[in-house]
């Protein structure tokens, strides 16, 4: 893999361009030097920035099976793309990019996207709210889970977040993302695990130190002071503003908001964040009528989300080159379904099933995981694309790969085993190496260590009671209380409990610690 | 602060639940319980900071007392709602929306009041049993027991607490708060269960009554005596602690130029003497009273008060110092201003005083300082309901953290589970301390600094150690909940959402719920961006009305409810935490 080393970054001349155009000391965490004095990210740390595309994607207009083209223009006759104008892939000849996407065919073309074709899961939801929760939670379709695929992963990650956060060892946020609110992604076993801008304004205000205008009235002088308050309070902004002061110069990123969050994006990153998970969305993708512009199908609704999305990642990416952050930053896309093989008469698509996803960056090994969509002779309405891959084998994979989890810590966030996905990433891929995940696991403060993990018969607690009220308790993947090990009022102290199993059945549980107005939850994994 | 060695122990007090040296070690009691107060991590406001909004402070407006004519409409129900009360619901709304002005008033001022029943022994638990009193049973006629004290006295904190979340369409509760901030004593420093109770219920009882009453009853207090050394006053080694702080902060306040004396103070300590309590009742000793005359400053027009003895002699003399302290100008608008502060607006300008002020403090003299008269006044008045003075407020860490669990409408479980009730609400108060407010517990005989410290009066509340614990509390409501043993407190989204007027519309949930949460209305491009929130970022609000009326169609589908539950967790966790959640 493409690995920076700091003579590739000196002859390159990008990676410190603020040292070079003299911006002074202000800028010094740019450089690689003085990023690992001073407790920033460093060159083995892996970012991986989530775009959801909100609506339900129509896989079958945005990376098209040559093969198949006929079918799919006999399910859809209105709105199908013409077979001359889809963006044909080099290597690739039976696969074709949606013509809004050629800065994402570009990537392509230079190795730097890899499609993963019908991804889905059994017993798929067509409920936008409900499949939604499922991609981000990681359940089946008939399992709730209360917490996120990304938040279990910090969790294991960084168990004791949030008690002491941020400290020396993290003092950023372990995810950012730039959104209305957090999403069910980032929900770890008991509490959000990221920081939420929530909109590029927002971040703007911060860095310049302005505040949304309040009326000129006495509840509104109270509004100004409560705001700038929570400007100066909210935990992790100074990070965020230091961040984002050391790094001056980016490439242009096209005008649309979907740019504007990842330019935002970019800039944390180069600036030192330590921080792995970044999410944006781009909403619209809900495209039941008017699909196309039927005088050009080439344009319209999806051609422009495309062209955004493309254009935006395509924009970030050369970004990420330019400030020499591309070998540890991979992107993916995904969409709570795809849309119908067979459109309907409104010029669009009701809600479908499977869909392929979009990895990219430097460090994804370009290509495509699966093989094209099968459609029938003449789709109905009741056709839809059949599943390859479980989405969670995506995420399983880019834990693995990407993260490097251990292979057997991965049921353990994902919640239940899933086939991987191999040749996703450059093989020869550094990992962060295992001293930095051994700090990420001591960081902040313990209250609670649960031991064995895993374990077959029973669980010793080691707690710090803040005195009062104090709990512990096991939860399980969908945060029913199975058992209350410690239910008891104490005085502040240092306790150890034992706690027998009886006939729990295997799997992962959650231990949480309730005391003194505080929680701390660490995961946990019953064997047979 | 307490002078030990000038004790003079009476002969014939009757000591029959409590001995002398449990007594005087009330404040130093070994057994406490050992927990932890969150740490307060507070950043001094700036120069610069301080400045700014120094030179901002907005003049309050320029309406005055006259009665309010204008609409009646849920914005000014809302408006009375949020001062006068601990948070409502929308059927507080539609009930106040049915009644006129004058009425709604009328039925917060003057809600039918019946003590609640006290505490009980809700604290037993695997680690301390209460050795004289069973659970279930109530410690307040029971001796004082050292062991037990710490318990008890978190008894009464919990069941005060427990009192504001049940008030109902009344001012009372928020008139016993206002009355301890002013008449304060700290728990920590009284550590007697049942004396706490009394002293809680003294102003309880008087919140709305007449304020002389108040005070003499609060000057006789067991609890009060004790706090402010008033039962170790004698005539050899008089105590000035009471005497001073009964001038300085609780009538006659320091805003004026001119000031009573320290010869006053001194007079006012010889003239309190003798009067003793055991935790239970107070007695008056006549041979620890001082009998000489007690000769006041020109402040206080030259008065001379009679010295007297006899068993009446304590009493009488008080009545007379009460009369002289209540014939100075100065102190009603004393009290009218600190009413004013807590209810209305923290900035008195000129015109304020000459509009607003000064005629209360009329009122009030002219009805012998009887409280309802000033209030009634008040909450009836155009300034009270001036367009400028709405959202004014910063929410105190009560006035925040109850109001959440009521218009939330969080559960507690009740008699039901005595101990997790007590646990809960225990939890409530040390929520509330770590964002500097601990009911029970003002920081000092002053109360609490967002009520008198100027210029920045209720935004003290608000710095960078608090606003990520008030943060951090909303969260917990809406995720995680807080728990007793076997049952927890926790906001239900999708129960709250069904008390709407109509949940199934996105814009009406949103249009509703910020009016109701928040302290200023928020133009639409905000309610914007809280719309992707509960329709997942999709553009047809339909989806938001569909999935509800699966859910009502089938209230017992997960499937269903899981989906709303999600995304009004979200909404909450965002609407909560925007700074417009922290006015009212």
Known sequence: MKRRNFLKNMTAGVAIPSLLNGFGVRAHAANPFSRLLNGLSSDTDHVLVVIQLDGGNDGLATVSPLDQ???????????VLPENSLLSLSGTPTLAMHPALDGLRDLYNDGNVRIVQNVGYPNPSLSHFRATDIWMSGSNADEFFPSGWAGRYLAYEYPNFPIDYPNPDMPHPLAVEIGYSM????????????????????????????????????????????????????????????????????????????????????????????????????????????????SDRTTGTHANLLGELGDAIKAFCDDLQFLGTADRVTGMTFSEFGRRIASNSSDGTDHGESAPMFLFGKPVAGGVTG???????????????????????????????????????????????????????????????????????????????????????????????????????????????????????????????????????????????????QQQTKTVVKVE | MRTLSFIHPPTTLPMSHLDRRSFLSLAKNPHRINYRIDEQTIAPLSAELEARFSRRATAPPDSSLAPYAGPWTRAEVIHLLRRTTFGFTRADVDYFLGKTMQQAVN????????????????????????PAVPFGQSFLNAAYEATAEPYRAESVRAWWIRQMLDSERSIREKMTLFWHNHLPVQFQEALFGSMLYRYNKTLRDDA????????????????????????????????????????????????LPAYFTEDDVKAAARLLTG????????????????????QFSAFYGNRKITGRSGPNAGADELDDFLDMLFDHPEAARFVCRKLYRFFVYHGIDPQTEQNVIEPLAQIFRNNNYDILPVLDTLFKSEHFFDVLNRGAVIKSPVDMTIGLFRQFGVQLPGPANLFDTFAISFQLGQAMAAMLQHVGDPPNVAGWQAYYQKPFLDKMWINT????????????????????????????????????????????????????????PVPQSVKDTLKPILLSNL?????????????????????????????????????LQMEEFQLC
């Open chain 1, 69 to 79: 083209y006929n079918r799919l223009a006999n399910g859809r006759p209105n709105i």
């Open chain 1, 183 to 294: 999403s069910l992604s980032l929900m770890g076993p008991q509490t959000g695990m990221g920081f939420v801008i929530p909109s590029t304004d927002d971040y703007y205000q911060l860095l310049n130190s302005t505040q949304t205008p309040a009326p000129n009235t006495p509840a509104g002088e109270q509004l100004a002071y409560v705001r700038l308050i929570a400007q100066q309070s909210r935990t992790y902004a100074q990070a965020i503003l230091d961040a984002s002061n050391t790094i001056t110069t980016q490439q242009t990123y096209p005008d649309t908001p979907l740019a504007a969050k990842l330019k935002i994006i970019s800039r944390l990153i180069a600036g030192g964040l330590k921080t792995r998970l970044y999410l944006v969305s781009i909403g619209g993708f809900d495209t039941h009528a008017q699909q196309v512009e039927t």
């Open chain 2, 275 to 294: 009067w003793r309590t055991d935790g239970f009742s107070t007695f008056f000793f006549t041979n620890e009273h001082d009998t000489g005359d007690k």
């Open chain 2, 107 to 130: 039925e917060i001022l003057n809600a039918p009041y019946t003590p609640p029943a006290g505490p009980v022994n809700d604290y037993n638990n695997a680690n301390f049993t209460d």
């Open chain 1, 371 to 517: 093989s094209n969509p099968q459609l029938p002779q003449v789709p109905t309405a009741n056709d839809n694309l059949d599943m390859e891959f479980d989405f969670r084998s995506v995420y399983a994979s880019v834990l693995r790969d990407w993260f490097c989890v251990p292979q057997n810590d991965v049921p353990g966030i994902l919640l239940h085993e899933f086939p991987y996905l191999n040749g996703m990433f450059e093989s020869n891929l550094a990992c962060t190496p295992s001293d930095v995940h051994d700090q990420n696991q001591s960081a902040g403060k313990s209250l609670l260590n649960c031991r064995p993990n895993p374990f077959r018969s029973g669980l010793t607690f080691d707690y710090e009671s803040a005195g009062g009220m104090t709990l512990v308790q096991i939860l399980d993947t969908s945060g029913r209380l199975v058992a209350t090990p410690v239910s008891t009022w104490q005085a502040r102290g240092q306790y150890q409990e034992y706690w027998d199993a009886g006939d729990l059945p295997p799997g992962t549980y959650f231990c949480r610690l309730v005391t003194g107005g």
């Open chain 2, 465 to 520: 150690g608090t606003l990520p614990k008030r943060g951090q509390a909303t969260d917990i409501m809406v995720f995680a909940g807080i728990y007793g043993l076997n049952s927890r407190a926790i906001i239900d989204p999708l129960a709250w959402a069904s008390g709407l007027t109509n949940p199934s519309n996105v814009n009406a949930l949103i249009d509703e719920s910020l009016e109701m949460l928040f302290g200023l």
């Open chain 2, 539 to 575: 553009p047809s609000e339909s989806y938001w009305t569909l999935g509800w009326g699966l859910w009502q169609a089938d209230p017992g589908n997960e499937t269903y409810a899981g989906a709303l539950r999600v995304r009004l967790q979200a909404y909450l966790y965002r609407v």
């Open chain 2, 208 to 255: 709305l009554g007449n304020f002389k009453t108040l005070m003499r009853d609060i000057t006789l207090d067991p609890a009060m005596l004790f706090y402010l050394n008033g039962y170790l006053n004698s005539k050899n080694a008089p105590d000035e602690n009471y005497a001073r702080e009964i001038q300085e902060l609780f009538v006659i306040g320091k805003d």
